[in-house]
């Protein structure tokens, strides 16, 4: 698990840091903690690579609340906690989608229940995501937003349910990937994500709005794994 902490007071960054530390001793959990004396400093150093950031509401040039909406600019998903003297901060949380607020000063006992709730809701969201390689660093993605995969030439497109982007990567490795999570390639340009799949016509699959190619040696198991899938989630 990587974490941020984005505090400009030493004292109450070390507190923080502490705590993690110990909870993560405690629980056996393998924990990676960055520090950042400034919002400008961590932004400058984010590339979507965090599982959880501390954001300290109240610092000089750019405050807690600035940025987090460049973050939430960046990264819809990455969990972010306010950490403040004052609880009045935390309506404006739901802006960011903040995930928590923790009250100075900041005792074990409370932070230990917080990151309980928080760890459990990383656990539980993760088996759904998958972690991909982009040109502006690692990107988190949940498979259920992803139509369909489509290769370009040595890029692949993703096609997902509010926008398209693409990424260097091979078929091949994406195949192996996303089998787990109900993929399957219907011809060699495409995987599909078989959640959407609203149609066969012959050698048509229709997956969102798209109407893509089954090849003719794929046919077959494409549409056995299709009937396994409905058999197993629409009953």
Not at 53 to 70: C, F, K, N, R, S
Not at 77 to 95: D, E, H, K
Not at 183 to 193: A, D, G, K, M, W
Request: aromatic share 14%; with cysteine.
């Amino acid at each position: 698990m990587r974490i941020a902490v984005v505090e400009d007071n030493e004292e109450h960054r070390t507190t923080l840091m502490n705590h993690l530390n110990s909870f993560a001793k405690e629980f056996g959990i393998a924990i990676t903690v960055d520090s950042y004396e400034s919002g400008f400093s961590f932004l400058d150093h984010f590339h979507s690579n965090y599982d959880i950031i501390y954001l300290d509401v109240q610092m000089p040039h750019m405050d807690g609340m600035e940025t987090a909406h460049e973050i939430r600019s960046r990264d819809t998903l990455v969990y972010i906690v306010f950490v403040t003297n004052y609880v009045q901060w935390a309506i404006y949380g739901y802006a960011v989608n903040a995930s928590d607020f923790l009250l100075k000063p900041l005792t074990y006992f409370n932070f230990q229940e917080h990151f309980k709730k928080i760890n459990n809701k990383i656990a539980q969201r993760g088996s759904n995501f998958i972690s991909i390689k982009t040109p502006s660093g690692i990107r988190k993605l949940n498979v259920n937003e992803i139509l369909y995969i489509e290769s370009e030439g040595h890029y692949l497109s993703f096609h997902l349910l509010e926008e398209t982007f693409s990424i260097l990567e091979t078929m091949r490795e994406m195949e192996e990937t996303l089998v787990p999570y109900n993929f399957f390639r219907c011809n060699n340009s495409y995987i599909v994500n078989l959640k959407y799949v609203q149609g066969v016509e012959k050698n048509i699959v229709s997956v969102g709005s798209s109407e893509l190619q089954i090849s003719r040696p794929r046919r077959k198991e494409f549409l056995e794994a299709l009937t396994n899938y409905i058999s197993e989630n629409r009953n």
